[in-house]
């Protein structure tokens, strides 16, 4: 670890430590994406000797151990020369800001909110909080402390290196940061083994529903109508008249449809007929001559004939 000649010390908390020390046995690699990934294990750390009643802030980048890339091949690292560009390296202020020596000290600081991803455009359309590294390279996490616009301490721990990946090589270390990352889903190998396992879960449990509702068999709907009673027509396609809904559909048997009309025709009063009806259905009924005052007796109330449709040939009809 190396610093600037201060009292200031800083080392990583009691459980990251051991994490990073494990990792940096199996030759720790960290995955980088396009969204952002966290980094694992967490930057967090313990600092003593500031000043208990002085401000401070805290920065994090990541520097470059070296200028190689490296690619896996055959089960092992090669180098060659980096030919990335490189540019200004981006600084990550803490959250918590400008605090006091004595707020630092009493707590773990830790750099959780950092994401790194290895698009550039994300470091100004996501955030401060992402930054932006080449795959395929080593870098070192630095802490850098500020009293003011000043530096008072540099941090770096040699154990905290990694080389930048998009997925794992080594399947040990995918092991162990699997089984100690709160937030980790294994490799993209064991991802996809778990989407295509729950998805062959989901056709078969849509299947096996499927076919129950196959064998059981559909339940009767109980009847509440009468067989005794005809059924009713619809309302629409089934009427012989379907401009007519308002008569009654007892009008539309053949027999009391005729009785209903001889009816109709024998009545004094005019009576609604529905324009779109034939006429021959309802024969216009005799005009009265009209009545006036001084004539009362031009009053003439004709009697509802109750006989069957077709009188009998020795009914004789007499007009009161």
């Not at 918590?96 to 470091?123: A, C, V, Y």
């Amino acid at each position: 670890m190396s610093s600037l000649p201060t009292d200031i010390s800083v080392s990583l908390s009691v459980n990251m430590d051991t994490l990073w020390k494990s990792c940096f046995e199996l030759n720790n690699e960290m995955i980088i994406t396009a969204d952002g990934r966290r980094v694992f294990p967490t930057l967090e750390y313990d600092i003593k000797g500031l000043d208990p009643l002085k401000y401070y802030s805290m920065y994090m980048h990541f520097d470059f151990i070296d200028d190689v890339k490296y690619r896996f091949i055959n089960g092992n690292w090669t180098k060659s020369p980096s030919t990335e560009e490189k540019g200004v390296l981006r600084r990550v202020v803490h959250h918590h800001g400008l605090q006091l020596g004595q707020n630092w000290m009493d707590r773990p600081l830790s750099f959780d909110q950092i994401r790194i991803t290895n698009r550039k455009s994300n470091e100004q359309t996501k955030g401060p909080s992402f930054v932006h590294l080449y795959t395929q390279h080593r870098y070192i996490p630095v802490l850098t402390i500020y009293e003011r616009d000043q530096v008072v301490h540099v941090s770096k721990i040699d154990y905290t290196g990694f080389i930048t990946v998009t997925s794992y090589h080594s399947a040990a270390l995918n092991e162990f940061k699997t089984n100690s990352n709160p937030y980790a889903t294994g490799s993209r190998q064991h991802r996809r083994q778990k989407r295509s396992l729950a998805s062959g879960e989901t056709e078969s449990s849509s299947s096996s529903s499927s076919k129950k509702m196959k064998k059981e068999p559909a339940s009767p709907t109980p009847s509440t109508s009468d067989s005794s009673v005809p059924p009713i027509p619809s309302p629409t396609g089934a009427f012989p008249f379907p401009f007519m809904p308002m008569f009654p559909t007892g009008l539309f048997q053949p027999d009391l449809f005729l009785q209903q009309v001889q009816l109709f025709s024998q009545m004094t009063q005019p009576m609604l007929i529905n324009p779109f009806l034939p006429l021959t259905l309802f024969p216009t009924p005799p005009i009265s001559p009209p009545i006036t005052p001084e004539s009362p007796s031009q009053i003439v109330t004709s009697q509802v004939n109750s006989e069957p449709a077709e009188p009998l040939k020795n009914d004789v009809t007499i007009d009161v």
